[in-house]
C-alpha cells in the first residue's frame, strides 16, 4: 500500500498530514482518521478543499480531491454559532474537476464560534504499572462528580500480555482507560516508546476545540537509542492555548540523583517540537510534566549510597508515614532539594503533597511498603505556564486502592483559560501596511553560560515567535559573558505579523541567546520569553538574565511588505466577521470503494 497524503486547505492556509497509520477494512477501503480546525475570517466567501496524494521518491502525485464546499452553505443562517454535520460522502474527481473517480471521502464537518475564555478542567494522571495486568477497574483513579476536558494518562513499566481481544500491550492498555473514564471520551492520541505510554483523551463537548496535535519522543536510556529511560510527549492546541504533555521515566536506585537530574536536563535540551531554536519549556502556554521520576528520600545532603542505610532507616520513614508526618519526610525528598537549588525543574510548580509515598509498595495491598527499598514519592506531576496564563491545581492525591503494581498511581486536577482569540482581520485597506513595532531601548544580559574554550562567549540575541514578521537578530558581542547591546545600531525593528489588539496582548516574543561560531552551528546560551526583566534557562535550569526596555508603536510596516488588496465587498465582509472566530473541523475516511 502506498503512503497517502491528505491535505485540507481553508482560506489559503493548509494542514497536511503524512507518515500516516493507515489501514484497510474487510471490503478493501483505506481508513485515515484525522481531525482539521481552520480559522474562518470571510463566512460568506470562504471554500473548504480536500486533497489525497501518494508520496513516493519523486514527491507527492495528486490522487483525486473533492469539489470546493462553500462555508457559508454549511450554515443554515449567518447568525447560526455552532453546527456539526452529519458524517457525509463526498465525490472524488481530478485536479481539474472534469472527470469524477471512483473513490469517495466520509468527512464530518463542524462550524463553530467558541467563547473568547473557555474554563478547561484537566486530569493528569501517571502510574508505573510494574509490568503487570492493571486491574480491570481503574474507576477509582478517574472518579469525580464533574467531567474533565482533557484527560491526560502517563505510564511507565507498561508492558505485560495483552488480554483478549487484544493483540499488543498497548490497545490493551488503552482499552482499560477507555473503560474507566466512560464512552463520553475520545481518543486524541496515543504514544508508545519502550515500556513508557502517554494517551491523551477529550470529552465529546470539547472535541471541536482540539488541533494541531504533535508528539516527541527523547531516550535517555542506553546511548539515547534504547527507550528503557526518557520521556515522550503529546502536544495540541485547545482553541489557541497551547499545552504539552511530557511522560517521563528517570534513573532508578539510591545514590543516583544526578543521573536523575540529567535525565532532566537531557530531555529538555534535546526534545524539540514546534521549533528547534528552542527547547519544549519555551514553546507552549502550559506544559504539565508527570511520571515516575524516581527522586528518593534522604536525609543527609549526600549522595553518598552508604547513607541511606546509616541514617534514614526504614523503620524511621514508615514511623513517620504511619503519623503522616510527611512534611518532616518532604525535607528529606531529593527533588524538592534539587528544585530548590536549581538544579532541575527551574520555575516548574508542584501541589501540596498530602498523600504517602507512593513507592516501593507489597503488591495486592494498599499501605504496606516492602523493605527492599525506602519509600519515597517517585510518581510525580508539575506543571510550568508562560507569564500571564495561570493555572489552578485542584486535587493531588494517589491511589491506594490500585495495588497490582509496587508503585500507586497518582492524580492531579488543574483548571486552565482557554482562549480563542480573534480572527485577525486585515482591517481597512488605506491602511493594509499597519503592523505592531516592538523597539528596544535597552537590552543587556548577565552572567551568562561560557562556551568557548577560552572561558567566554559571543553572543547574539535571536527574537522569534508565530507572529514575529521575519527573523530579527542583534549584532554578535564578541568575548562577553555581560554584554549590553546599543537599541539604535544593534538591534533591528521587529514587526509584528498581526493588527489585532486582542491578540497582541496575548502574543509572545521568544529570545533565544546563542554563542557565534565560525566553525559550526551557533550554540544556544540561554531562552527564556521576552518579559523585561526575564529570567533565562539552558537546559531547564537558571543561566542569567536579560533586562531592558522596549516600546511597542502602531504605524506602517517598516519592511514594506506588500500586501494583497481585496475588493471592497470583501474588505467589509472581514471587517463585520473579524470578532468572531470560525472553526472547522472535520473528520476524514478515505476510501478506495466505489458509490
Not at 157 to 163: A, F, G, K, L, V
Request: net charge neutral; proline share 3%.
Amino acid at each position: 500500500m502506498k503512503d497517502l497524503v491528505l491535505k485540507v486547505t481553508a482560506e489559503g492556509k493548509s494542514r497536511k498530514f503524512s507518515q500516516m497509520n493507515v489501514k484497510a477494512d474487510e471490503l478493501g477501503g483505506i481508513i485515515i482518521n484525522r481531525s482539521f480546525a481552520f480559522e474562518i475570517t470571510d463566512i460568506k466567501r470562504s471554500t473548504l478543499l480536500v486533497q489525497v496524494y501518494t508520496s513516493g521518491i519523486f514527491g507527492n502525485k495528486i490522487l483525486g480531491q473533492s469539489k470546493s464546499i462553500l462555508v457559508s452553505d454549511l450554515l443554515k443562517t449567518e447568525e447560526e454559532c455552532e453546527i456539526s454535520l452529519r458524517s457525509e460522502w463526498y465525490d472524488v474527481f481530478s485536479k481539474d474537476e472534469r472527470k469524477q473517480l471512483p473513490c469517495k471521502i466520509l468527512m464530518q464537518i463542524s462550524v463553530g464560534v467558541p467563547q473568547p475564555e473557555q474554563n478547561v478542567h484537566l486530569f493528569v494522571g501517571t502510574w508505573n504499572v510494574g509490568n503487570a495486568h492493571p486491574a480491570d477497574n481503574l474507576h477509582d483513579w478517574f472518579s469525580t462528580t464533574s467531567a474533565y476536558d482533557l484527560i491526560a494518562i502517563g505510564s511507565q513499566e507498561c508492558e505485560y500480555s495483552p488480554r483478549p481481544p487484544h493483540t499488543d500491550c498497548a490497545k490493551d492498555w488503552v482499552a482499560t482507560i477507555k473503560s474507566a473514564i466512560g464512552s463520553d471520551y475520545k481518543l486524541v492520541h496515543g504514544l508508545s516508546r519502550g515500556q513508557m505510554q502517554l494517551v491523551l483523551f477529550v470529552h465529546k463537548d470539547s472535541q471541536n476545540a482540539i488541533s494541531e496535535v504533535l508528539n516527541g519522543s527523547e531516550a535517555t536510556g542506553i546511548g539515547h537509542v534504547v527507550s528503557n529511560k526518557g520521556g515522550i510527549c503529546i502536544s495540541l492546541k485547545f482553541w489557541d492555548t497551547s499545552l504539552c504533555f511530557l511522560n517521563c521515566h528517570f534513573a532508578a536506585h539510591e545514590g543516583q540523583c544526578e543521573a536523575r537530574n540529567e535525565n532532566y536536563r537531557e530531555i529538555v535540551g534535546n526534545l524539540r517540537m514546534l521549533s528547534t531554536n528552542t527547547d519544549i519549556l519555551n514553546q507552549f502556554h502550559h506544559v504539565f510534566w508527570l511520571g515516575d521520576l524516581n527522586y528518593r528520600l534522604r536525609e543527609e545532603r549526600t549522595n553518598d549510597k552508604q547513607s541511606f542505610s546509616n541514617t534514614a532507616s526504614w523503620d524511621a520513614i514508615t514511623n513517620k508515614i504511619c503519623h503522616k508526618e510527611f512534611n518532616e519526610l518532604l525535607m528529606m525528598d531529593e527533588l524538592h532539594r534539587e528544585k530548590e537549588a536549581q538544579n532541575v525543574f527551574y520555575l516548574f510548580s508542584e501541589g501540596e503533597i498530602t498523600f504517602p509515598p507512593t513507592f516501593k509498595m507489597k503488591r495486592n495491598t494498599e499501605d504496606v511498603y516492602d523493605q527492599k527499598r525506602l519509600p519515597a514519592w517517585c510518581d510525580r506531576v508539575l506543571w510550568f505556564s508562560l507569564p500571564g496564563f495561570n493555572v489552578r491545581q485542584l486535587s493531588y492525591t494517589s491511589i491506594p486502592s490500585i495495588s497490582s503494581s509496587d508503585h500507586k498511581p497518582v492524580a492531579a486536577t488543574f483548571a486552565l483559560t482557554a482562549l480563542a482569540l480573534p480572527c485577525d482581520s486585515k482591517g481597512d485597506p488605506n491602511n493594509d501596511d499597519m503592523r505592531w513595532h516592538v523597539r528596544f531601548t535597552a537590552l543587556q544580559a548577565k552572567n551568562l553560560r561560557a562556551s568557548d574554550y577560552s572561558g567566554s562567549s559571543d553572543p547574539y540575541v535571536e527574537f522569534f515567535g508565530q507572529n514575529i514578521f521575519q527573523e530579527v537578530k542583534s549584532k554578535v558581542k564578541f568575548q562577553d559573558l555581560n554584554p549590553t547591546w546599543n537599541p539604535l545600531q544593534d538591534i533591528p525593528e521587529i514587526v509584528l505579523n498581526t493588527s489585532s489588539y486582542e491578540r497582541l496582548k496575548k502574543d509572545f516574543i521568544f529570545v533565544r541567546i546563542a554563542d557565534f561560531d565560525y566553525t559550526s552551528r551557533d550554540d544556544t546560551l540561554d531562552g527564556g520569553t521576552c518579559d523585561f526583566d526575564a529570567k533565562i534557562s539552558y537546559r531547564g535550569c537558571p543561566a542569567g538574565n536579560l533586562t531592558g526596555t522596549m516600546q511597542i508603536t502602531w504605524q506602517r510596516n517598516v519592511t514594506k511588505r506588500k500586501l494583497q488588496i481585496t475588493k471592497s465587498f470583501s474588505i467589509k465582509t472581514q471587517i463585520l466577521w473579524h470578532q468572531l472566530k470560525r472553526h472547522i473541523t472535520s473528520k476524514h475516511i478515505f476510501s478506495d470503494k466505489t458509490s
